[in-house]
């Protein structure tokens, strides 16, 4: 079938880019393109058009909320500091599932192996993936492998797909961020992209910076245990960082949001490598802390819920939701200045000078 | 760490704030030469602390703006050639040259890489001895010494498959660039310090005695930052046009005389264009005549590059203070930061990029809110 591009709701960014370029994969802006001007029109349905980490379905005839997501993971090296792309694989998935407010029930797992991919690599990271499984109690009921030709892959993609359940009266939904709501953050930011990026360009530093992959269920859990409807939005800030998944809630909302950028929690290793290759701990990855964005009569005991847990020991107010500025997020910065957080556009790239 | 924190201290820098505030009786325009230093006043918000009556404009100082289309043209035409490998920083990725960035070149097949540093590509070049390593070097003085020091070693070692691509501008000559404009708004400057602690600043009391404008040395952190404007606008107030090192925790009046050497040793002055400004006669550096083996532009015949800027485009006038961005006609409609048409709305630092934030900013404040979003002369 002829593409139509009239079909499409606004097709003129996607031709600025006669071909797909790494950002469109980066979380920031041309990410969002390529979903709400692709994919978006040709799928169009009410679950998908929420643009949430997974989708909650009711099941017909019930009231039975189910859960559903599925995630990609393409991580180079397959090995860092304090992680794998099999940890990933299934705390991605899980996480996905608990930011929709859902109780994680099982994963699926499917393999695109590329030719030559010695075995004992291939048995490690499943055996990450199995351990990873078993710490979280679900388990991986179905798969599917595929091999590539050798050039073909880059020796291992997984994808992972995670049905949960969603409890009663938990309604979590990026558009229920409102004016007063107070922002939350488990724990330090930056850790994950800066352990990969270090063995990935073979920067040393006087200590490991570890990923902080990890599951988050039990710390979605411990805030709806406070007050479920107290519970707004959830985010796991991954690709695109705190700035990213801040950014992509003030939009969704049309509320403003303003972080104060002295109380975001970062490790001063992360901090340093960012000093020295001109990123912005903001817009890194993470892969095992999640946002809340909870009423404001709940945010100290949902902040001591998760410091409760070992998990949540950094946790911090970050922030606040405001109806002015609507759509962007504004900083408070180190000097106590304010500055606009844009939402990253692309891949980050570290800076000349 | 502890080091920076102390630089970075909210009280103190409210107190040199304040003390901005009061001693300005009149309006000063004042540039920030670096890019480094722009990306600081934004990220920290600086601008906004400062009194209506000072000015800041963003200076020529990101080399990643002034690099010529010509320029990026040729690097996307040599990473273009089989058995390439291009190596270059992060930033200058997403460039535009005439067609496309590196990023999309990369997409297209190009073998592109983003090193930290030019001895990391040295080093891909020792490890793909049947490949072409091509380093983009571009930069100020600042990262001179190192393209310097690459070039150097891969001479040391006998690679016969590293060249570089060079771009190199210097700061003094800019400076005077700007100051011999009869359309030239600026009265005070605040030198690179990372140039100075290169380089020294032996360079510029004949620039402040010939033109009358004080050149504060400043540096990176927001106390270094208000220091230097608090500085500046002391001297403006007084009328006195010296030189001032606020940064002399880094830099010394002769500079790193060792890096000089180096310097000297393997690039030579020649005329260099900007990209914005045009030609400025002396303001750059290529690769001497011993050390042609090692230049891309002779080792790969590219042939003539013909470029035109998007006509529309009037970055140059931005990178001179002589207007502001929201003044150019395709600001925030044919040129955002996603679709940038000048090199000025790439990066957080490019004026137009750093105007476009805080004009959206600005336009959706409640006017409830007095804080003034901008302090460019709006």
């Known amino acids: 079938m002829a593409i139509d591009l009239s079909q499409w709701t606004c097709p003129l960014p996607l031709r600025d880019y006669p071909s797909v370029v790494l950002g469109h994969g980066g979380g920031g802006k041309l990410s969002a393109e390529l979903i709400e001007h692709l994919f978006l029109p040709a799928f169009r349905n009410d679950a998908l058009a929420n643009l949430a980490d997974g989708a909650v379905v009711t099941l017909p005839g019930s009231s039975t909320r189910l859960a559903l997501t599925t995630d990609s993971f393409v991580v180079r090296p397959l090995f860092f500091p304090g992680s794998s792309i099999g940890d990933l694989a299934i705390n991605g998935t899980v996480n996905d599932l608990a930011m929709c407010g859902a109780h994680p029930l099982c994963l699926t797992a499917g393999f695109i192996i590329e030719e030559g991919l010695p075995m004992a690599t291939l048995a490690q990271v499943v055996a990450r993936m199995a351990e990873a499984a078993a710490r979280v109690g679900v388990p991986v009921v179905t798969g599917d492998t595929k091999v590539v030709e050798k050039g073909h892959g880059d020796g291992l993609f997984i994808n992972t797909t995670g049905l949960g359940l969603v409890p009663p009266a938990v309604e979590v939904n990026p558009s229920r961020a409102r004016p007063g709501d107070v922002v939350l953050v488990s724990g330090t930011v930056g850790d994950h992209g800066i352990a990969v990026l270090s063995v990935r360009e073979g920067l040393t530093f006087e200590t490991t910076i570890e990923s902080d992959c990890a599951p988050l269920h039990e710390l979605t859990a411990a805030l709806f245990a406070v007050r479920p409807d107290g519970v707004h939005v959830l985010r796991d800030p991954t690709r695109g960082g705190l700035a990213g998944a801040l950014n992509e809630i003030a939009a969704r909302a049309e509320v403003g949001i303003v972080l104060d950028e002295r109380t975001v929690p970062v490790r001063q290793e992360v901090q340093a490598a960012c000093e020295l290759l001109g990123l912005d701990p903001l817009y890194i990855a993470n892969e095992g802390k999640l946002i809340a964005i909870v009423a404001r009569e709940d945010a100290e005991a949902m902040l001591e819920a998760l410091r409760a847990h070992p998990l949540g020991a950094q946790a911090a107010i970050i922030g606040e939701v405001t109806d002015q500025h609507a759509g962007m997020v504004i900083g408070r910065t180190a000097i106590g200045a304010t500055r606009v957080i844009p939402a990253p556009i692309g891949e980050q790239l570290p800076r000349i000078c | ?378």
């Open chain 2, 1 to 378: 760490m502890k080091y920076l924190a102390a630089f970075r201290n909210g009280e103190l820098a409210q107190r040199l704030a304040e003390e901005i505030r009061r001693m300005v009786t009149r309006p000063w325009v004042i540039m920030e030469v670096c890019g480094g230093q722009t990306h600081a006043i934004i990220r920290n918000g600086i601008d906004q602390m400062l009194p209506a009556e000072v000015e800041l404009v963003h200076g020529p100082g990101c080399p990643v703006c002034v690099t010529p289309l010509e320029t990026i043209d040729r690097a996307l035409a040599i990473a273009a050639l089989p058995r390439v490998i291009c190596c270059s920083f992060g930033d200058m990725l997403r460039v535009p040259g005439s067609q496309k960035d590196l990023l999309r070149a990369r997409s297209e097949g190009c073998d592109v890489r983003v090193v930290y540093s030019p001895l990391d590509a040295v080093q891909i070049a020792r490890d793909n001895p049947n490949r072409e390593v091509v380093f983009f070097g571009i930069g100020f003085e600042t990262t001179a010494p190192a393209n310097a020091m690459a070039v150097h070693l891969a001479r040391r070692l006998g690679l016969r498959n590293f060249s570089m691509l060079i771009s190199h501008v210097l700061v003094p000559p800019a400076i005077e660039a700007i100051l011999q404009s009869p359309s030239n708004r600026v009265q005070a400057f605040l030198a690179a310090g990372h140039v100075c602690s290169v380089m020294g600043y032996w360079q510029y009391p004949p620039l402040a005695e010939r033109y009358g404008v004080p050149i504060v040395i400043t540096g990176f952190e927001p106390l270094d930052l208000l220091d230097g404007i608090r500085r500046a606008v002391r001297l403006l107030e007084a009328g006195t046009p010296h030189v001032e090192n606020a940064y002399a925790r880094a830099v010394s009046f002769e500079g790193n005389v060792a890096a000089q050497q180096m310097l000297a040793e393997v690039f030579e002055p020649c005329d260099r264009a900007w990209r914005g400004l045009g030609v400025i006669p002396n303001s750059g550096w290529r690769l001497r005549p011993a050390y042609r083996d090692f230049d891309a532009e002779y080792r790969f015949d590219i042939g003539h590059i013909a470029t035109q800027e998007p006509a529309v485009c009037r970055s140059g006038e931005v990178l001179q203070g002589k207007i502001k961005p929201n003044q150019c006609p395709a600001f925030g409609t044919l040129c955002t930061p996603r679709t940038p048409l000048g090199a000025t709305m790439v990066s957080s630092e490019g004026a137009c990029a750093a105007y476009y934030n805080f004009g959206r900013f600005a336009s959706t404040s409640a006017p409830a809110q007095p804080a003034r979003t901008c302090n460019h002369g709006n």
